[in-house]
């Protein structure tokens, strides 16, 4: 039987407010990329040089810790992981969940969140921290979420 995750990182709540509407939409299990060390507001202020999110994403090697494990994630056939596009690409905890599972031959489809950016980069380098998924086109899911992952996932 296949098994649809969708996993996500939501440091505003609003890719969280789409994943749930996608999981409830095609009937996917959610999991909560969520950082072993909560973000605070002023870790979140992208217009801080110094800020917490600022480091992280000025440093491609870093990769910050995620709370719990997704549990039995061979159960899974097809993972949509979302997130907020960061400095045109995925935050780094999302690197953090790609490369602590063996993702080979499951199918990945990328939906972000964006106040401007498009998705395209952030495709590119989710592509090089899995090659061997099975990876589908991403899309931005600022609106109409549950419809594009109906017609998506195939549900």
Known sequence: ???????YFSASGVTAGAAKEMAGAIGA???EICPAKPYTDADLDWRDKKSRSTAEMNDPACRPA????VPDMGQYD???VGFPIWWYVEPRIVDTFL???DFSG???IPFATS???GIG???QSLREHCPKANWKPGKLVNSGAADWAKRTAGA
């Open 1 to 7: 039987m296949k098994k649809t995750l969708i996993a």
């Open 29 to 31: 299990d959610l999991y």
């Open 66 to 69: 995620i709370a719990s494990p």
């Open 78 to 80: 097809t993972v949509m």
């Open 99 to 101: 490369e602590s599972y």
């Open 106 to 108: 499951k199918t990945l």
């Open 115 to 117: 106040g401007g950016s």
């Open 121 to 123: 980069r952030a495709e």
